[in-house]
């Protein structure tokens, strides 16, 4: 099956999200998903269709149990009661512990390590960048306000076409107009790289692969627009960073 | 202490920083509206309770992975809540079928609307239409919707709500395969441009 017409893509997502694509076509489409930033933007917009249906299912309680199970399972580290209940004479003992803990779990990480070595490196960039070892190529800028606070960390995959942000300071939304990202070539016009999210990470489909439209531009900034679509930086310079090729 | 007025977007992006507190809020507030989901598709028992631990897990683990917003359309904090346990309710579901080694649900098991009865419920359970129904009108594109033909809708709310394959659709509606699986996507591009008309996802 082909996988590019957008009409097709589109029904296989809303069939996954619903839950009725079945067998070996959900395999296939899940591997998709994995391999595929478009497919992932496909299928969220069919989730957030869809989850608007749940909004009539009338609310349960489970059992208070329940919290109890998530929160030993998700709560990091030690209790602090478990910590608290050393005793003052076996203080001492506690770095040493912790440091055989951090010891044996390294250990144990080579050993994982060196069991799975051969599969790590018979292959290439890609199985390496799943192992941890290094990044894919990209393009990432980092912006900062003009007190040099870091706010938005932009990343999109050298032949991606598509864009990532993420807020990593707190954004007051402005009151009026929108925050919009543009990249700014060493010559030439400015480009739109689309609306700057109040919270959390946004992704956006970009025009071309970014290896077409940033492989010239070396700076990034976000200005306060009033206009829906500028087609220049007009408003003031909210924030502003380098954008720098990852490889 | 005075409530926390931080919205769950705002809390996830805490939990994601490893802020377990915000993660507790995050469940605080929407495990009722999560364990109703996981029951309607799962039915009562501590099948639900499973699905739901396990998706509060990987809520946590991955609080990173939540995009507030996708190619330009806000994605609330709740849609991806709900796709997660609604995912993880569907797997449960169909190792469940496959256990039974029949992906067929009994016909006795079901209620006239293809719903497992839930033993020691008080109020029966609504309908999977009567579900699509209320949603439809709290969306604001109940009329739109109702251009659709009524064994479209039904054969919508019962893939949606009760989680039923085609082949569980056609056999409960008494309808040949080849339609269900018809009606579900027309169904669904209905769905699609009713929500846009009305100014949500396009």
Redesign the interface.
Known sequence: MKYTHPALLDHLASAYVLGTLGGGARRRFERLLHDRSDVRMQVALWEARLGQLAVSIPERSPSPRLWSAIEARTRPGPAPAVTGAVAPGLRWLKPAGFGFGCFALGVLALGVLFVSAPALFISSDQLAMRSGEKLPQSYVGLLTDAQGQGKLLVSSLRHGKTLTVKVIGPITPPAGGRLVLWALPASGAALALGAVPSSGTAISVLPDTSEKLLSQVSKLQVTLETDGAPAHPSGTVVFSGNCAKLW | MPPDTRTL??L??AAAQ?D?AS??LV?QRT???L???A??ILGQGQE??DV??EA??SI??NA?G????????T??A???L??IV?NKA?DALRLRARRKESALPEPDALSDDGIPELPGSAAP??SAL??????TQ??HIAGCMNALDGSHRQS?AL???Q?L??TEVATHMGAPLGSV?AW??RG?DK??SC?AAQG??S
């Open positions: 977007e705002m996830i992006a490893g377990h993660f507790a469940y495990h009722t509206h364990f109703g989901l029951m309607r639900a309770e739901l631990q509060y897990v946590w683990k990173s939540y995009r507030s917003a996708v190619d330009g359309q994605i609330q709740m849609t991806w709900i796709a609604r569907l359970s609504p009567q579900l699509l129904e209320g949603a709290a969306l919508l893939a949606y709500y989680g394959s085609h699986k579900i996507r669904l769905l699609k929500l949500g996802l």
